[in-house]
């Protein structure tokens, strides 16, 4: 299995709603990220999560949260956003931090109103 | 600290035909890998293919190689007998801890 599964697809919501995006993998990886891509452009990181533990935080309001509860789940969860937030949200993982290709995931859409 | 640069912001390709596509970068890293992503529209972002620096062999994946330059800081991307499938936005990116990706060139594959 060499997916990285990611809930939900879309996601529409207000700038006072709370609401969590999920990433799941199941490859054994110890590494994983959330990304942040605006349209035609690159993907821009946002979180690193090592052996499940937070290890880059790419100066990221603290309106996003990010968790890992396990090594193969990592959620990112969201509070009081802005509409400039809108963008789409990848996660990804890898065998390690470091010189590893990183699978991506599909993402998720978000728009905030 | 890493800068990827790309300098072609979109190009296109008759199906069939071969097309390069050009990433430069600048590291200070003394080993590294580099990798070339595709993402379709809409759709999710896959390595095509990647290099160890510490290679002098150029990576190859079936249509897809690499020619890289070390001293020139170069790793373009070849693309042989293009097909409508590979129309996209390809990434070149390289990093250790965290990716550095360049803007991307957004390929078109004409019929």
């Known amino acids: 299995d060499t997916e990285v599964t990611q809930t939900p697809k879309h996601l529409v919501m207000g700038m006072t709603n709370k609401k969590s995006l999920k990433c799941e993998q199941h490859?054994?990886?110890?590494?994983m990220y959330w990304y942040k891509q605006k349209a035609k452009k690159p993907p821009e990181l946002m979180f690193v999560?090592?052996?499940?533990?937070?290890?880059i935080n790419e100066s990221v309001p603290s309106r996003f949260s990010p968790e890992c509860p396990n090594s193969s789940l990592l959620n990112l969860h969201l509070h009081a956003l802005q509409p400039e937030d809108s963008a789409l949200y990848l996660c990804?993982?890898?065998?390690?931090?470091?010189?590893?290709?990183?699978?991506f995931g599909p993402g998720t859409r978000l728009t905030v109103t | 600290a890493q800068t990827v640069t790309q300098s072609q912001p979109e190009m296109s390709v008759q199906e069939a035909e071969t097309v390069t596509l050009s990433c430069t970068y600048d590291?200070?890293?003394?080993?590294?890998?580099l990798f070339w992503y595709k993402q379709p529209p809409s759709r999710q972002m896959i390595l095509v293919i990647r290099?160890?620096?510490?290679?002098?062999q150029n990576a190859t994946e079936n249509r897809f190689s690499v020619n890289f330059q070390k001293a020139a800081k170069s790793f373009s991307l070849k693309i042989s007998d293009s097909q409508l499938g590979d129309a996209a936005m390809y990434f070149c990116?390289?990093?250790?801890?965290?990716?550095?990706f360049g803007k991307g060139t957004k390929l078109s594959v004409i019929p």
């Open positions: 290099q160890e620096a510490y290679k002098q």
């Open positions: 999560y090592s052996y499940e533990k937070l290890s």
């Open positions: 490859m054994g990886h110890r590494a």
């Open positions: 590291t200070s890293e003394s080993d590294y890998y």
């Open positions: 990116a390289t990093g250790s801890y965290q990716l550095t």
């Open positions: 990804a993982s890898s065998p390690v931090a470091g010189d590893y290709e990183q699978y």
